[in-house]
Structures are given as structure tokens and as C-alpha cells.
């Protein structure tokens, strides 16, 4: 019972993997200990679950397997073994050997390979995931990376405001580019969230492979299920401070936004002003006959950045 608990708790943290098993692509995580396992497979339409603890595996073992004789312990480590490309992310391409085919609620993996050079078979016969399941480990997770991603967002756009705002005063007191090809033009955010909607929006909506998780996505996921785990072995310990009812997530905070925290340190009523200034600076700055700004004395002070 404690293996299979420790496999629960191991799955939930395992990264969502784009596979490909015969025609068809899925989403895989699974969790293998010596003697039991647990596999999550989704094709974005459905998600299928299998729990296998040690009587169970060995069952199987022997109805697939009549004339093999291993322990319970060998057939797990070649299944172990026969996954870990896919769960490693290396292969793109269906491996040899596996196959499946759904019949309403089941999906049957079917996987042919060797054990001690004896030929050795194995079906992994997943049934449809209870919501509850679906929920843990899909639908929340993925709310919490929205969020996480959508703080990012934010904060990134409030840094490219700041830096407009640098180099404009940099501008004023005479500083110019070392190269013309580096200048660019003062940020936007809604002309920026509108062409983001109408160019990279529907290339995301038309993925035809179900590669949903690339790397950073998968470290962002791994990072939020184990904040979470952590939460709740603090809570079930009892630990933790009662006035912060989420302590771990300030770690999917740190991803989502490493490199913009530090920068991104005033007040609201401090970024509020800045961004006024700046506004009415880039306004006035653009405004005709209003080109001399870059052409001033410059004055004697350290080249920062790109200016010289």
C-alpha cells in the first residue's frame, strides 16, 4: 500500500511526454518502482489510467507469458526499460514493438520485446481516468501555469515600458547608438497583444502532433505539482503557517518569472508614475521638430549597455 502511495506521489510530479505509439500521438507520464507501476496516457480527448501493484503485475505476467519464469521485480525492470526512451523524451518516432487499439473506454498498449533473450509480451490495459485524477494532474496544473505565464507576461511588459523609459533618458542627455540597426521602436503592449492574437495565435490552435509540453513548459509543470505535493505533505503533517494558505507556490513564481523579479522591484504608485512620464516623454520626443533630442552635447559619464 505504501509503494503504490509513493508511486501516486511520484506520477504527480512526472512531466507530461509527447509520444507517438504506432499511429497515434499521446501524452505519457508514468511512475515504475521495483514491483508496481502507474501510466497516464491523453490524446487532448480522453485520458486513460493503469495502477499495477505487485499480485497484479505477476498475474498478468504469467496469462501473457505461460513459459516465462521471472520474478516480479525482472518483468517490471524491463517494462522500466522498454519505456524510458518514451518517457525520455529522445524518440519522436512510434518505437518497434508497441502498439495500441481502443475499444469505448479501454486502451490496450500492446508491447512485444525480449526478457534473457526469451521473447516477452506485456498489455498495458488502461481504463478511462476518474475526473478527480484528470483534475489533479492536468486541469489544475495547466490553470496554475496559465497564471504563472500570465504574471510573466505582465511583468515583462512592464520591464519593456521601464526600458523605454532608460533609454529615452539616455537620449536626453545626449547618448547614441553605436549602430543604427539596434534601435527599435517604443513598445506597445495592445498593438503587441493584437498581433500576437492575429500571427502566433492560430499556429498554437493547429497543433496536429499533441506536442503540447516543450522543455520549459515541462520544468514549469514539474515545478508547480511539486509545490503543491510539498503543500500538501506540510499539511497533512501538520506544518506550515495557518496565514499562508499556499506556502511552496512562491516557487512557480521564480520560474514564471526569473528573470524580470528583480527588476521589476517599485510600488504600483511608483510604476504608475513612471509610466506617465515616460509616456509623455516618448510622446514629446516624437513629436515633429522635436528631433534634436539626440543631438545634444553629450555628456562626460560612463557607456552603459549598447550606447556608447
Known amino acids: 500500500m505504501a509503494e503504490l502511495e509513493s508511486l501516486a506521489d511520484d506520477l504527480l510530479v512526472q512531466p507530461w511526454i509527447s509520444v507517438r505509439i504506432g499511429d497515434s500521438s499521446f501524452l505519457l507520464k508514468a511512475s515504475f518502482s521495483d514491483t508496481a507501476y502507474r501510466l497516464m496516457l491523453s490524446d487532448l480527448d480522453s485520458v486513460w489510467c493503469e495502477e499495477m501493484n505487485p499480485d497484479d503485475l505477476k498475474q498478468r505476467a504469467q496469462e501473457l507469458n505461460k513459459r516465462l519464469k521471472a520474478p516480479v521485480s525482472a518483468f517490471c525492470r524491463r517494462l ?3 519505456m524510458d526512451p518514451l518517457l525520455g523524451g529522445s524518440v519522436h518516432e512510434p518505437l518497434p514493438g508497441l502498439s495500441c487499439e481502443r475499444a469505448r473506454d479501454l486502451l490496450k498498449v500492446s508491447l512485444r520485446s525480449e526478457l534473457s533473450g526469451v521473447p ?68 506597445n503592449a495592445e498593438e503587441f497583444k493584437e498581433r500576437f492574437l492575429a500571427e502566433s495565435l492560430p499556429e498554437v490552435i493547429n497543433m496536429q502532433d499533441g506536442r503540447v509540453f516543450n522543455t520549459e513548459l515541462q520544468r514549469l509543470y514539474t515545478t508547480i505539482t511539486a509545490a503543491k505535493a510539498n503543500r500538501k505533505r506540510k499539511h497533512d503533517s501538520g506544518e506550515g503557517d495557518s496565514r499562508n494558505p499556499q506556502p511552496g507556490l512562491e516557487e512557480v513564481h521564480n520560474v514564471a518569472s526569473a ?10 504608485a511608483e510604476n504608475s508614475d513612471v509610466k506617465k512620464q515616460a509616456l509623455h516623454r516618448l510622446r514629446t520626443s516624437a513629436a515633429p521638430g522635436n528631433s534634436d533630442h539626440c543631438t545634444v552635447k553629450q555628456k562626460k559619464k560612463k557607456g552603459r549597455g549598447i550606447f556608447s
Request: with cysteine; glycine share 2%; net charge negative.
Open 80 to 82: 522500466r526499460e522498454a
Open 120 to 187: 516477452f509480451y506485456w498489455a498495458f490495459r488502461c481504463t478511462e481516468a476518474p475526473l478527480s485524477m484528470v483534475s489533479h494532474h492536468m486541469t489544475c496544473p495547466l490553470l496554475n501555469m496559465m497564471q504563472a505565464l500570465h504574471r510573466q507576461t505582465r511583468d515583462l511588459m512592464l520591464l519593456l515600458e521601464r526600458k523605454d523609459a532608460e533609454i529615452l533618458d539616455y537620449k536626453e542627455n545626449g547618448a547614441t547608438l553605436s549602430r543604427d540597426r539596434l534601435e527599435t521602436d517604443i513598445f
Open 259 to 268: 528573470e524580470t523579479k528583480e527588476e521589476v522591484t517599485p510600488t504600483p
